[in-house]
T-cell receptor, first 112, second 114 residues
Framework: AQSVTQLGSHVSVSEGALVLLRCNYS??????LFWYVQYPNQGLQLLLK??????LVKGINGFEAEFKKSETSFHLTKPSAHMSDAAEYFC??????????FGSGTRLQVQP | DTAVSQTPKYLVTQMGNDKSIKCEQN?????MYWYKQDSKKFLKIMFS???????INETVPNRFSPKSPDKAHLNLHINSLELGDSAVYFC?????????????FGPGTRLTVT
């Protein structure tokens, strides 16, 4: 069975600082991996995905993530945080079942 | 606009009532889902349908009955509502023929059972 762990339920950064949101997966097979963002009272929007190929993937709004098989990680980064990045971020995995297993989410706060 | 839409956006009802949530997608996808997000923001899959056929049923109480009249619609009917059913329910869709597996989510339906 697969599982997704997000370290840190809350992350606070200053505007302009690096954003790092951590995600580790546990799976017997390499999963497809996703980061979704949820703004207050809204649905989930896909930020980026890893399926196969290049392990560094770029997404929308300046975010990127690197798939590291040896570390079973898929951490999300952004070089410079913006106030509009404040939201809930979810890491998710799919091992071919075509159903997403989500992490518990990380709330990102951006301080002015 | 191309999207996944859900109605209603908010639903407040009393325990014991029966209610339905509707979902429609115009993305041409053939697979649709219901996810439940609890008060702690945890998201969990409930059901998936592919071409109107039930594929995944994740130990959801029998009071929850999904129905897919066609590939573009997936409804969720809940009988005898309980306090613990209060949550945000998200519909999502994807195209099974695509290898990228990403799912597109609706805006959610916030169900409050009093």
């Amino acid at each position: 069975a697969q599982s997704v762990t997000q370290l840190g339920s809350h992350v606070s950064v200053s505007e302009g600082a690096l954003v790092l949101l951590r995600c580790n997966y546990s799976s017997s097979v390499p999963p497809y991996l996703f980061w979704y963002v949820q703004y207050p009272n809204q649905g989930l929007q896909l930020l980026l995905k890893y399926t196969t190929g290049a392990t560094l993937v770029k997404g929308i709004n300046g975010f990127e993530a690197e798939f590291k098989k040896s570390e079973t990680s898929f951490h999300l980064t952004k070089p410079s945080a913006h106030m509009s990045d404040a939201a809930e971020y979810f890491c998710a995995a799919d091992t071919g079942r075509r159903a997403l297993t989500f992490g518990s989410g990380t709330r990102l706060q951006v301080q002015p | 606009d191309t999207a996944v839409s859900q109605t209603p956006k908010y639903l407040v009802t009393q325990m014991g009532n029966d209610k339905s949530i509707k979902c429609e997608q115009n993305l041409g996808h053939d697979t649709m889902y219901w996810y439940k997000q609890d008060s702690k923001k945890f998201l969990k899959i409930m059901f998936s349908y592919n071409n109107k056929e039930l594929i995944i049923n994740e130990t959801v109480p029998n009071r929850f009955s999904p129905k897919s009249p066609d590939k573009a619609h997936l409804n969720l009917h809940i009988n005898s509502l309980e306090l613990g059913d209060s949550a945000v329910y998200f519909c999502a869709s994807t195209y099974s023929g695509r290898k990228s597996y990403e799912q597109y989510f609706g805006p959610g339906t916030r169900l409050t059972v009093t």
